[in-house]
């Protein structure tokens, strides 16, 4: 019989609470009453402790008896129980059972094996604990035992367990909507803030779940470590998605706090004492001061600008901080910590996805606003850009016709000799320039130009390049003598533009052509009687690049059959999916039409042009071809 009180007549169907009839005793003294659900250090037994708590009961004797068991909530830091003298349960390990090994969170629930039962007999139950940290509460002190139904005590982990599992996937789902928002670039930044604070506090939180200790066999030390950890760092990723919500940068007090409070966090990482451990823990307590100092700041000051953000996402702070003041105020007081702080955490998260959605619905607001704005002015610049373009469409065609009549109209009529010339700007106008001039019945003076570019600067400078040869040919037909003067003449005008020419005096009398070229492409000869080819080979500066160059001429025998084709490089540089058309399909085009007239050629060159390019000319296409006929 207990000298304390009558031995509890347990009730095996129900679970009950035993506040009474429990002793302590701490070797070698003698028991003494204590209350349970209290801390020991309270009852006069400061750390470190070793002692056993004595409970004693009496089993009705029924011929059905359901599973027994005592819930003892949280001891600290470790225990083992025995039933009328044999082990039946431990929680951590201490000296002289083993190395010491405290866990301090898991709820202990412990199973009344029905062999060890005494029925209408009196049954013992000794618990030993043993606590030696300074700052903990000591024993059975969270709540009273219960003792009775195994299965119904069990519904007491369940329920809490069950809060704590619908807590942490409440931040979970919060998490992972976050996750899409971040994919459809949706504030990235605040929604990646806030994602890192709802994985930081499901890393928080699980440890302190039965089912995390129970079915993942992660030692004590362990869990206490990542407890600790994430709830270092779930108030900077916090801290972090308040300044990316409201656009604030991070200034060097920010950095120092965030740098403090992760390098506290990294240290709980380590296996350190329980003292230093609860140390790091005070000291990072005390951080969380200018923690919120600098969030409410950062709130305050973005209210302006956003006024309703601010406001929810201030009220949740201060939900937040009143619940972490309370709870820090009774774990330092009783150590019976009711954990407010994570629904001040969960109360924040919401209010944090509803200021995110907030913004984002304004934001989606504004860019409604901006988009038909924006759609106004587009249809109001579009219809001045149509007016724009009608009116040079119209300059251009003009352009194009005034650009048409510096080309020769008709061929001149030599005895002995046909030319047939064709012009393909690639826009309604161009650089490509040629002009001829009968000299008299038997000569006849050739010029084909090519200006770098196209469009109407080219055309521009090739009206110049006109004028020039018109004026220089007044007074010498030397094609050497005109590219000269030419090439004096245009420096001071084009200011160095790349312009190739060549020019060419062919005289039927004498039987000759005289040539000379200023960086342009040779011309080839083709005999279509002979059927043979004959290749110049005619160096020159391009025009208006350097005062003192000097073009040189060269001659070539004329005889019956022959035909000259000048062209430009647009001709040779013709692309298709990077590849030139090129001389040699240039020579096949002229040998292959050489039984056709020189009009002929020309039409199935153009064809040919046309088709390698897939109908689109990328450049200027100029070429004129010279039939010697007697």
Same mark, same amino acid.
């Given at each position: 019989?207990?000298?304390w009180a009558e031995p509890h007549i347990l009730d095996p169907f129900h679970k009950t609470k035993v506040p009474n009839g429990w002793t302590f005793v701490?070797?070698?003294? #003698?028991?003494?009453? =204590?209350?349970?659900?209290?801390?020991?250090?309270s009852q006069g037994y400061p750390p470190p402790v070793m002692g056993t708590y004595r409970f004693e009961f009496i089993v009705p004797d029924y011929e059905v008896l359901p599973p027994q068991g005592i819930y003892l909530?949280?001891?600290? #830091?470790?225990?083992? =129980?025995?039933?009328?003298g044999h082990l039946i349960g431990e929680t951590g390990n201490f000296e002289p059972y083993g190395r010491y090994n405290p866990n301090w969170y898991f709820k202990r629930l412990y199973f009344l094996p029905d062999s060890l039962l005494k029925r209408n007999s009196t049954n013992v139950i000794e618990i030993k604990i043993f606590y030696r940290n300074q700052t903990f509460p000591g024993g059975i002190f969270r709540t009273v035992p219960e003792i009775g139904h195994y299965d119904l005590l069990g519904t007491n982990i369940l329920i809490e367990d069950g809060r704590d599992v619908c807590i942490i996937m409440l931040f979970f789902g919060i998490g992972l909507y976050q996750i899409f928002s971040i994919l459809f670039r949706r504030q990235r930044r605040a929604n990646f803030y806030l994602l890192c604070s709802s994985m930081v506090f499901v890393m928080w939180r699980l440890p302190l779940i039965n089912a995390t200790q129970t079915y993942f066999n992660l030692e004590f030390n362990t869990l206490i470590r990542i407890f600790f950890s994430f709830q270092s760092l779930f108030p900077i990723s916090l801290m972090l998605f308040s300044y990316a919500l409201f656009r604030d940068p991070i200034r060097l007090k920010e950095v120092i706090v965030i740098s403090i409070v992760s390098i506290l966090a990294f240290i709980q990482l380590f296996d350190i004492d329980s003292n230093t451990r609860i140390l790091v823990l005070r000291i990072w307590e005390a951080c969380l001061i200018p923690i919120v100092f600098l969030v409410l700041r950062s709130v305050y000051r973005s209210s302006a600008e956003f006024k309703k953000e601010a406001m929810i996402l201030g009220t949740g702070f201060f939900l937040l901080c009143s619940a972490g003041i309370i709870d820090i105020a009774i774990d330092i007081s009783t150590g019976k910590n009711i954990y407010l702080t994570q629904y001040g955490f969960l109360i924040l998260m919401v209010f944090s996805a509803i200021t995110i959605s907030f913004r984002n619905a304004k934001n989606e607001k504004e860019l409604s606003e901006l988009t038909k704005d924006l759609e106004g002015r587009v249809?109001?610049?579009?219809?001045?850009?149509?007016?724009k373009n009608e009116s040079l469409q119209q300059n251009l065609h003009v352009a194009s016709q005034l650009q048409g009549h510096l080309l020769p109209k008709e061929s001149p009529s030599l005895d002995g000799l046909i030319l047939h010339p064709t012009y393909l700007p690639m826009e309604q106008v161009g650089g490509d320039f040629y002009d001829w001039i009968k000299i008299n019945d038997h000569k006849l003076l050739l010029f084909i130009a090519d200006v770098a570019g196209h469009g109407v600067p080219a055309a521009l400078v090739s009206s110049m390049v006109k004028v020039q040869f018109r004026e220089v040919a007044k007074e010498t037909n030397d094609p050497s003598v005109i590219?000269?003067?030419m090439n004096q003449a245009l420096i001071s005008l084009v200011s160095k533009y790349y312009i190739t020419a060549s020019c060419a005096l062919f005289d039927l009398e004498k039987r000759n052509v005289t040539l000379s070229s200023a960086g342009h492409p040779n011309p080839l000869i083709y005999n279509s009687s002979l059927s043979h080819f004959k290749f110049l080979n005619m160096r020159g500066m391009i025009l208006g690049w350097r005062e003192e160059d000097n073009y040189q001429n060269i001659e070539?025998?004329?005889?019956f059959g022959d035909r000259f084709f000048f062209y430009t490089?647009?001709?040779?540089?013709?692309?298709?999916n990077g590849k030139f058309f090129g001389e040699a399909n240039l020579m096949r085009v002229i040998k292959n039409n050489r039984n056709k007239s020189i009009q002929e050629l020309s039409e199935a060159l153009h064809v040919e042009l046309l088709e390698y390019s897939d109908s689109e000319i990328k450049d200027d296409v100029t070429y004129v071809i010279i039939e010697i006929t007697n």
């Open positions: 019989m207990s000298i701490v070797p070698p003294g #003698e028991p003494k009453p =204590i209350e349970v659900g209290k801390a020991l250090n909530n949280r001891v600290q #830091e470790a225990d083992k =129980i025995y039933l009328n249809q109001k610049r579009t219809k001045e850009l149509n007016l590219l000269s003067r070539e025998p004329i005889t490089d647009g001709v040779t540089e013709s692309r298709s």
